[in-house]
């Protein structure tokens, strides 16, 4: 019992290892990493040694194809990119149990000793989920150890060597057997070192180890299919093309299982090693072959798995809150930014309605923007619940600025939509509906503070995107002149008053309510400066700027 015990919690080390390794790296590299792929994946054959290069530093293709889907379902990388990447990543994982399959217990404590001083020293900065990765690559070395060692009693048992047994001849049953594993292992990179240490210890032979390998390669491709399940169409090709490369790999592969043994029997390699070296030699051939396939793959998974017939696009459901993503938060957070932008871009459209409600009096355009206003309250809300779950895993000091970013914009977005919608509301019950029209003078006056709040929605959204610090500058500029022209108008206005003219004179309250709003949404667009203005040390404590004084009299002069 102590035996299996032992056994067990060295797979349960090797396994956490792994998921240290992943989290940490994701944390810290997680936005690069995203970059790197969506930036050199459209050649099969760069898209292939990114694959590659990503899981290299990941330890799992699990995690490279969790990103590669992502990217796939927001439009980024097409899917026969996206199986390209996959094939790469496959060579990655390979390439990874191939060096933990060496002795490096020297290498383990040392890793495990410096992560420990770097994880406790500098927490709350990037070296501490580097520190963590040290302390997980150091976990799965010694993990493999524990296996070794755990694994020995089992050769002089009489129970487990019968167990064991029952898995050899039949190389089907080792598939299935290993591919079930790697899926509640989540990790194939575990079943393939294992299987090299059962060999190490004389519990299971090659004729075991070899479909066991192959197996574990197809758990791979079932495991990331089952996390996808739920997802887009677009989505779902990629585990699936991933999984028929596989499927059909390992089917061309067994029938040459024992002629391969045969060969490996007269090498000098020794036994463990060469059941990582056939892991490696498979994914190998399967990227070299596949990736003349991979245009055709992914025309198979279209037709297997077709867009949704006549469905209609659902604006208010959103587009790139990927949950797979919360764990990381830094491509977590970019994935709200980007859902916060497309929130800019119906409130964009909204203030275009409105433009038309204005100018044309076209009162469609009133409908049009009640029907905007709750698509921007319906992302709103799931933007503020998809940060939420974000909150809840660790975060670096630069991440929690950007989350108060990301959830500030879009606040400040949503409370725009509502202001539009009431000034759609107000146009149509004191103009449309009572058959009245602002004066010449005064429709000129709303359009050209209509036009410019537009510019600086343009501006506001640039400036949440790229944080610039003299585009911020010169929104908070833009605020104050949108306030200096809104006071010239309103003397204007009241010009026009004076002179009775009639238009005027029955639209004077829809004209200052409606610049008065306008005002407001400029306020709200310009806010998302101030944050980065601040980082950046050039925003004042106060807006006071000059202080006089004379006798008991106080005069304050705002800044302009």
């Known amino acids: 019992m102590t035996t299996l015990l032992n056994l067990l919690a060295g797979i349960a080390l090797l396994v ?39 899981t290299g530093v ?31 990543a ?5 390439l990874a149990a191939l060096f933990l399959s060496r002795d490096l217990s020297a290498v383990s404590s040392l890793l495990i000793f410096v992560g420990v001083i770097v994880f406790l020293s500098r927490q709350r900065s990037h070296a501490e989920h580097i520190g963590r990765a040290m302390i997980g690559l150091g976990l799965m070395i010694l993990a493999l150890k524990l296996v070794v060692a755990a694994t020995k009693p089992l050769t002089q048992n009489a129970g487990a060597q019968a167990l064991f047994s029952s898995l050899s001849g039949d190389p089907l049953l080792d598939v299935v057997f290993a591919a079930v594993f790697a899926v509640i292992a989540y990790s194939s990179l575990a079943v393939v070192l294992l299987t ?20 574990a390669n197809i758990g791979s491709g079932v495991l990331a299919v089952l996390m996808t399940m ?39 390699v020794s036994l463990p090693l060469s059941v990582v070296l056939f892991h490696l030699s498979f994914n190998i051939a399967l990227a070299v072959v596949g990736i003349a396939c991979v245009t055709l793959v992914a025309r198979l998974t279209e037709s297997l798995i077709p867009a949704q017939a006549n469905a209609i696009d659902n604006a208010s459901q959103p587009k790139y809150l990927d949950a797979q993503t919360l764990s990381t938060p830094s491509l977590a957070l970019a994935n709200a930014a980007r859902e916060a932008l497309r929130v800019g871009d119906y409130v964009n459209e909204m203030l275009t309605a409105l433009g038309r409600l204005i100018k044309e009096q076209d009162r469609s355009a009133a409908e049009y923007i009640r029907q905007l206003d709750d698509t921007v309250d319906s992302l709103y809300k799931a933007i503020k619940l998809y940060l939420t779950q974000v909150s809840r895993s660790p975060m670096t000091e630069p991440e929690s600025r950007r989350w108060t970013d990301i959830i500030s914009f879009t606040i400040n977005l949503e409370q725009v939509g509502d202001i539009i919608e009431k000034c759609a509301n107000d146009v149509v019950e004191k103009n449309l509906d009572r058959q009245r029209s602002f004066s010449p003078a005064g429709l000129a006056e709303l359009i050209d503070l209509h036009d410019r709040l537009r510019s600086n929605l343009g501006l506001a959204m640039n400036v ?17 002149k949108f306030r200096e022209l809104e006071m010239q108008n309103y003397e204007k206005h009241l010009a026009r008053l004076a ?22 949404i400029n306020s709200h667009f310009c806010s998302v400066a101030y944050p980065i203005l601040e980082t950046a040390g050039v925003l004042s404590e106060s807006r006071l700027r000059k202080v006089a004084h004379d006798r008991d009299v106080t005069i304050v002069e705002p800044v302009q």
């Not at 992943?22 to 936005?31: M, P, T």
């Not at 496959?90 to 390979?94: F, H, M, N, P």
């Open 196 to 215: 090299s240490a059962l060999v190490a210890s004389q519990v299971i032979g090659l004729d075991s180890a070899l479909p066991l390998v192959l197996g």
């Open 58 to 88: 990941l330890q799992s293709s699990t995690a490279t194809a969790l990103l590669t889907t992502s990217f796939t379902g927001s439009g980024f990388i097409a899917t026969h990119s996206a199986l390209a990447i996959m094939l790469g």
């Open 16 to 54: 956490w290892g792994t998921y240290l390794v992943r989290s940490s790296v994701l944390r810290v590299y997680g936005a690069q990493l995203r970059r790197f792929l969506t930036q050199n994946a459209s050649n099969r054959f760069v898209a292939l040694g990114c694959g590659l290069a990503v």
């Open 230 to 268: 739920k997802a887009k169409p677009d989505v779902r090709r990629v585990p699936l093309g991933n999984l028929i490369f596989k499927l059909v790999g390992v089917a061309l592969a067994l029938p040459f299982i024992k002629p391969l043994i045969e060969w490996i029997s007269i090498q000098s």
């Open 499 to 520: 002179e009775q003219t009639v238009q005027s004179l029955e639209t004077s309250s829809l004209h200052l309510d409606l610049m008065r709003d306008l005002k407001r």
């Open 464 to 480: 949440f995107l790229n944080s610039d610090v003299q585009d911020a500058q010169r929104l908070v500029a833009e605020k104050v």
């Open 90 to 94: 496959d060579v990655g994982t390979a």
